[in-house]
């Protein structure tokens, strides 16, 4: 059955089946900004359909819209042929649709069975539901393989597994379509593997799956068909087979880009930070960086890898001064710097190390100030920004404005507030603020993270320059991506310890995964060699 | 013998003084583990207990009394909802002005209506809630230890107490084994989950603040037609908030909130048996300390004793889809 279906999908208009879904001029603006521009969109059943684009294209928005979170201001929605009236959830989810959402819309003090019912439980008192639920999800499991235990509590599963409970609840629920939105922003490379797996057994099952992603590499390897998004226009439909991800990328921004950083070998020069034994615990008392030691020299970047939540950010936010080392040492240019000990960050700064907070909005700047104040936070005792007791306005314009100018941030005005600009934008002006200090540390985590590919390559560009300008350069990312294009050294970090050390121009990409995953050097090298 | 006695008379006014925190931090468990924190606890009480006294004042029944005291707290509990919810107001500002309100609002409308400086007038025994005396308590009051366990500390109390303490195994099917409780509690954790299942987030919500209404009603009544036979201006002196607490210390869940409750009535119960009380080596302790004694308690409790109380996740936080 599958099989004629394939064929018809290609053509679009041939076959008698209807399409899954069909919009028909979606639209919908959200004030000022026009999220969606009269959409058209066609995905046939039975396929994997892709629907690519930058962070802001509008493509959450308007899965949003045909799961019937937001309701469109204009255009019609086909499910097998029929309009639909999509008002809210309960109306998409009776036309079959599910949706997988990038933040997991989970209830974590409950367990799998409860997240599941919730909803559809079946009757005013659970107990009824439940066992019946729990046969229907022994066959889901079995049908899908989705192995999972029903009475876990979500909370204590890992991303991979929560991620599987919120399929598991779109099924139960009959769907027949599923959607998933940026679902692998938080799995492994091999969680993500499974995850396609499980996506091509629900194609086989006839289902129909929707990808949102913004990363082409999935795109090329988990779907039939795709669709790119920019700027709120849907501006190409493709099979898959028939594009590259060359093609997709020109047609997400328009023109073509750089998905390579041309740069030179780096001449690591003196140690500048050298970490011996670092741990560091959280607020609960639980080791999440456990006894790191490594070297940062002058003129290279040291990228960390691992999957979010793995000691990474702890790491790079008490290197930075923000959190208390439990024990071991931090040398800066030799000299004693341990945080926690009579060292904060504002003397890390005085000393030279500066710090590009992994979420910027909540660290990195405060996003109702105006530029020029966003600009100055962290040296804003700077005796150059001082006027007798006052600020000094105008030297803060002034050097906001070269900020703005030798970074490229858009629109160019000290004076708009910060959170008017996008988040590439954003983060050029942060990382603007740190950089034009001349640090002899640059501490960056997750440098373009919601940040569209244009400035991706702006920033990657200026981090190589720092390198090359003799600048030690300490990179945490959980893009691989970007770990391994802009690293000359990789550290692996999972749970806590940094499992091995790969030189950037050898690394591979299943090695470092498995390393990732916790799987010993020699090992993931062996197992990836194969 | 006399230990003994003293013991059970304690343990039995500690029935009575918890009854109305019982009733009233279940009614905040509702609503918070919904997600909208209730502050107003103290001054829909307030409204409870005028509306009872009134009411039953009037038609010279109790269960009218009864009836009106919900009413009244219902809707308060409509008006919290209503900032809270429909308009996603501050929780906090919004309890604290029902709690002003009503403190005004009980005392003014009084002395409207009766003339006697606030207070509502005494009521007969007929318009009070009367204490119910359990079959055989009488010929069994002399068996020992048992007799006094039966006669005294569980037989002889008025329906609400009753009411209260089966509330709490009530109110614990409710959370945990029917689809309404399940909602609910989803709807505190994460209300985006709940409005992606299809059930609506404000609806939940407002179904949660009005069972809050009911529970705290019949708290009212019972300190103005109960426990008390008249409303006096300001009558609940802080057990709203004392309920809170107990709610908090007992992590949102309803039997730890029981249990809370009966501590803060012993110390009730206990300080005032203290009173005037020599007691060795210090001497006779003022009356005003031992009546601190439960907010003291209360303070340290609540500062080092519970652990990490941890709230539903999106507690105070208005629903509001993101963008």
């Keep these: 059955m599958s099989e004629s279906i394939h064929t018809a999908h290609g053509t679009g208009k041939t076959g008698t089946v209807p399409p899954a879904i069909e919009l028909r001029g979606i639209d919908k603006r959200f004030g000022a900004v026009h999220a969606n521009k009269s959409i058209d969109l066609r995905i046939e059943k039975g396929t994997i359909h892709g629907i690519v684009g930058e962070n802001g294209a509008g493509k959450s928005t308007l899965m949003s819209i045909l799961y019937g979170f937001y309701q469109a201001d204009a255009g019609t929605i086909h499910v097998d042929g029929k309009l639909c009236n999509i008002r809210g959830s309960e109306d998409a989810i009776a036309v079959g649709i599910g949706m997988v959402h990038q933040h997991f819309m989970l209830v974590e003090p409950f367990s799998v069975l409860e997240n599941v019912i919730l909803g559809v439980e079946g009757g005013a008192v659970l107990r009824d539901g439940v066992d019946r639920a729990r046969h229907e999800l022994k066959r889901l499991e079995q049908e899908y393989s989705l192995n999972i235990d029903p009475d876990a509590i979500v909370g204590d599963l890992s991303v991979g597994l929560q991620q599987r409970v919120e399929i598991l609840k779109a099924l139960y629920r009959g769907a027949e379509i599923l959607i998933l939105d940026e679902p692998t922003g938080v799995l492994t490379p091999q969680e993500a593997d499974h995850l396609f797996r499980i996506l091509r057994t629900l194609k086989e099952q006839g289902k129909t799956v929707v990808l949102i992603t913004h990363k082409l590499r999935e795109i090329m390897a988990a779907t039939d068909t795709v669709s790119v998004m920019r700027q709120g226009a849907m501006v190409a439909d493709r099979k898959t087979v028939e594009t590259s991800p060359e093609e997709l990328s020109e047609l997400m921004v328009g023109r073509k880009v750089l998905l390579h950083i041309e740069k030179g070998p780096a001449k690591p020069a003196d140690v500048v930070l050298a970490v011996e034994n670092l741990c560091v615990d959280n607020a609960q008392g639980v080791r999440r960086v456990k006894n790191a030691s490594f070297l940062v020299h002058a003129g290279e970047i040291v990228g960390i890898a691992g999957v979010s939540g793995n000691g990474q950010s702890e790491l790079l936010e008490a290197l930075a001064g923000i959190r208390v080392v439990s024990e071991g040492q931090v040398f800066l240019n030799g000299q004693d710097v341990t945080p926690g000990h009579g060292v904060d960050a504002a003397q890390l700064r005085k000393r030279g190390v500066a710090h590009v907070p992994e979420d910027r909005h909540r660290m990195g700047m405060v996003t109702a100030f105006t530029a020029k104040e966003a600009a100055i936070l962290g040296y804003d005792d700077d005796p150059a920004y001082q006027r007798n007791l006052l600020l000094d306005w105008e030297a803060i314009r002034t050097t906001t404005q070269h900020l703005m100018d030798e970074f490229d941030v858009r629109p160019a005005d000290p004076d708009l507030k910060a959170a008017n600009f996008s988040g590439g934008n954003q983060q050029k002006l942060v990382l603007a603020r740190e950089i034009m200090r001349d640090p002899a540390l640059l501490l960056v985590g997750q440098p373009t993270r919601g940040v569209d590919i244009g400035a991706i390559e702006f920033i990657h560009k200026r981090l190589v320059a720092m390198r090359d300008a003799g600048k030690a350069v300490l990179l945490v990312s959980v893009e691989l991506d970007e770990i391994m294009s802009l690293s000359d050294r990789i550290l692996v970090m999972c749970d806590g310890v940094i499992v091995g050390e790969v030189a950037g121009g050898m690394a591979n990409e299943r090695a470092l995964g498995l390393m990732m995953a916790g799987v010993a050097p020699e090992q993931a090298h062996a197992e990836a060699g194969q | ?323």
């Design chain 2, 1 to 323: 013998m006399e230990t003994f006695n003293l013991v059970i008379l304690i343990l039995d006014a500690t029935l009575r003084t918890s009854t109305p925190l019982v009733l009233a931090a279940l009614a905040g468990m509702f609503s918070e583990r919904s997600g909208t924190i209730n502050l107003a606890l103290e001054g829909m009480m307030l409204g409870g207990a005028f509306a009872a006294a009134s009411v039953a004042y009037y038609l010279g029944n109790p269960w009218f009394g009864l009836l009106a005291a919900i009413a009244a707290t219902i809707l308060l509990s409509l008006l919290h909802g209503f900032a809270c919810i429909t308009h996603k107001g501050n929780q906090v500002v919004s309890g604290m002005a029902i709690n002003i309100l009503m403190s005004g609002l009980t005392a003014l409308v009084g002395i409207a209506l009766f003339a006697q400086g606030g207070k509502t007038p005494a009521l007969d025994r007929g318009s009070r809630f009367q204490p119910i005396t359990f079959p055989g308590a009488e010929a069994m009051a002399d068996v020992p230890v048992i007799g006094p366990i039966y006669s005294e500390l569980l037989s002889g109390h008025n329906i609400l107490v009753y009411i209260a303490f089966v509330a709490v195994p009530f109110s614990w099917w409710v959370m945990y084994r029917t689809r309404f409780g399940l909602r609910l509690r989803a709807v505190g954790e994460n209300p985006g989950a709940v409005d992606t299942a299809g059930i609506s987030v404000v609806l939940m919500r407002y179904r949660a603040v009005i069972c809050s209404g009911i529970l705290v009603g019949m708290s009212g009544a019972y300190l103005s037609i109960a426990q008390g036979a008249s409303f006096l201006q300001d009558m609940t002196a802080g057990k709203g908030y004392i309920a809170l607490a107990a709610m908090v210390f007992g992590k949102w869940r309803p039997f730890p909130t029981m249990f809370a409750c009966l501590l803060f009535g012993f110390l009730d119960a206990v300080a005032t048996r203290l009173q005037g009380v020599n007691l060795p080596g210090i001497g006779e302790v003022p009356v005003q300390a031992i009546q601190a004694l439960p907010y003291i308690l209360t303070v340290i409790l609540l500062a080092g004793f519970i652990g990490k109380a941890v709230a539903p996740k999106s507690l105070g936080r208005p629903y509001v889809k993101e963008r």
